[in-house]
């Protein structure tokens, strides 16, 4: 029974140190964010039109970030990281929302945008959601490479987002992966000592 109990008192040890791993972020890392526009068939014109996005607001520090709005470039918002910064909480982020131009009075079904990353991906990462009026998220987008990438994807939205009802969320957040072998390597360890105990009764 003690030896039970030393086991799970290990295995509780190990998802422990799992929850309280922190990210390393490294001064010059960014995303770029610009060139956002919403394309589908307008009902009157029975034509595909498309419609320019525009974020509002989020510049400023963000903990560990900082949001600017640069001049003179495609670019709309850099998320930046001005300063080494060590041991941020997993999940400390950046949302950054916006809104169309103009009036959409088509549901969008496809969605364009440009971006530039550079990260190590197991410390930072961009994603892109759908926010829907119950609160859940769908995620849209997300970049899981580390390094240098400047890319333009185009995004199927199949009814994904509605501008009348759902919001767009450019999201920077840091990371921390979870080390996959530790859960499963302590349940293996719970099990194996359970099995044992039974064979020797």
């Not at 034509?47 to 525009?54: C, F, H, K, T, Y």
């Not at 995620?139 to 333009?152: D, I």
Request: net charge neutral.
């Amino acid at each position: 029974m003690r030896k039970l109990a030393l086991i799970l008192a290990v295995a509780g040890l190990l998802c422990l140190a799992q929850a309280s791993q922190a990210a390393d972020l490294q001064a010059g890392w960014y995303v770029k964010l610009g060139g956002v526009a919403l394309f589908g068939i307008d009902p009157t014109l029975q034509q595909q039109v498309g419609i320019d996005w525009s974020f509002v607001g989020g510049l400023g520090d963000w903990g560990p970030f900082a949001v600017t709005e640069p001049d003179g470039s495609w670019v709309q918002r850099v998320i930046a990281v001005p300063g080494n910064a060590y041991g941020i909480a997993s999940g400390t982020k950046v949302d950054l929302t916006g809104t169309p131009l103009s009036a959409v009075n088509f549901i969008p079904d496809t969605l364009q945008f440009a971006y530039g990353t550079f990260y190590d991906v197991t410390q930072m990462r961009f994603d892109l959601y759908s926010q829907h009026s119950d609160g859940t998220l769908d995620k849209l987008y997300s970049e899981t490479r580390s390094g240098q990438h400047t890319v333009a994807p185009t995004i199927t939205l199949n009814g994904r987002y509605n501008p009348a009802a759902d919001s767009l969320i450019f999201r920077t957040t840091t990371v921390v992966p979870e080390p996959a072998s530790i859960i499963p390597l302590a349940l293996a360890i719970v099990c194996a000592s359970a099995g044992r105990r039974r064979r020797t009764k």
